[in-house]
Nanobody
């Protein structure tokens, strides 16, 4: 069982930056691919990006366009989402999720077994 807790959300002006963190419990964190998803009001939850357990592979959604970076610190059992050049359309609740499959890159929500409670990111004009 893995528990995930996101932090770092908040209100930021367009063009600004935020770094989200997701702290995990459990002994096998380094074996999980970790993903970030987001859900805006009235929209489905969508894939933002993911990073494999080793940190050797990453994947991002097209809309990221080089603005977001995912990293992880396995010693701290934490994954990060560093967001820059934020736009109002990035406003959403951001969730981290863990995929039990080793070193799998996937954007499919149903491949992720564990989810955090989410953290709100609001980008103002």
């Amino acid at each position: 069982q893995v528990q995930l807790v996101e932090s770092g959300g908040g209100l930021v002006q367009a063009g600004g930056s935020l770094r989200l963190a997701c702290a995990a419990s459990g002994r096998t964190f380094s074996s999980y691919t970790m993903g970030w998803f987001r859900q805006a009001p009235g929209k489905e939850r969508e894939f933002v990006g993911c990073i494999t357990g080793s940190g050797g592979s990453k994947s991002y959604a097209d809309f990221v366009q080089g603005r977001f970076t995912i990293s992880r610190d396995n010693a701290k059992k934490t994954v990060y989402l560093h967001m820059t050049s934020l736009k109002p359309e990035d406003t959403a609740i951001y969730y981290c999720a863990a995929d039990r499959a080793f070193e799998r890159i996937t954007s499919e929500r149903n491949e992720y077994a564990y989810w955090g409670q989410g953290t709100q990111v609001t980008v103002s004009l």
